[in-house]
């Protein structure tokens, strides 16, 4: 697994529904909040990006030192970014398709409020799984 890892997924109007900590390095809340900085300058550059191409995976879109920020745009323009230090990008565009399938599983859910946060444990128990997979 990549030493850091931060992972969200981001809706329309640039509302954040779910956001996770991944990675084996030591969490400091500090950190943490600088991740969410990276992750949401970063939105920015995806809204440009992400009308310009028909690709769903943008790869590696920004750096920040030795972090990298990639990001998988849906049909729908949800945004699932993940900021990380890997250089797998094969392991990272199978991590966010596998992510984008769950995605998917919970809006069919008839229980899930489209728009709210994502919430379940059950989620947050598969995204770290698939972490630990890919990352």
Known sequence: MASTA???????????????ELGSAVKKEE??????????????I???LAWTTS???LKAMDRFNELVVSVYVTAGHTRLMLLHDSR?????????????????????NPLY???????????DTKVRALARKYL
């Open 55 to 57: 690709a769903m995976f």
């Open 113 to 123: 409020l489209p728009g709210s946060r994502i919430t379940s444990s059950h989620s």
């Open 46 to 48: 995806v809204q440009d």
């Open 6 to 20: 931060c992972f969200i997924i981001v809706i329309k109007n640039d509302i954040p529904i779910y956001e996770a």
């Open 88 to 108: 797998n990008e094969d392991a990272i565009k199978s991590f966010f398709q596998e992510v984008h399938e769950l995605y998917l599983k919970i809006l069919l």
């Open 31 to 44: 950190t943490a909040h600088q991740h969410q900085f990276i992750l949401h300058a970063a939105l920015d």
